[in-house]
């Protein structure tokens, strides 16, 4: 079954049918408005003064600069080295650059704060094995599909002319 919905522009001033939106901006904000042919007129014919001594905008937008995210510190870095020198040599895949995944930096924390059991000297470096479960991942949910299309709205013109 198709469904047809169709609008007329109705004048935002008296209610009547109206002929043409008009779109236009003041103070940073772009506004419109639907308006019959002698509203639209009238409109023009005020601002026509304003209209003729301003100029066009250059279409910059005001630069309102986003905040980059701090970079890690040096000792950060060093800290991230090693810990994924530890992270190869148990076998655990990480990568050369980019975010250590928590599992892998839990694990070394646990390694590092471990209790230590005998003397330094009879501990091999590898004593302690830390295995990381890999993290099970499962689909998410989908919404179950309705059987309706959302009704598509569009504004028609009214040429007035016809």
Known sequence: MARVTSFSLVDDLTGGKAAETVTFSLDGKE???DLNEEHAAQLRDVLAPYVGAGREASGRQSSTRVPSRPRASSKDRGQNARIRAWAAEQGMQIADRGRIPAEIAQAYAARSTAPSSGSASSR?????????????FTEPEMPEPTAEKPVRRVRKKVDASA
Do not use: F, K
């Open 31 to 33: 506004m419109e408005i």
């Open 124 to 136: 091999s470096p590898r004593a302690a094995t830390t295995t990381v479960a890999q993290p099970q």
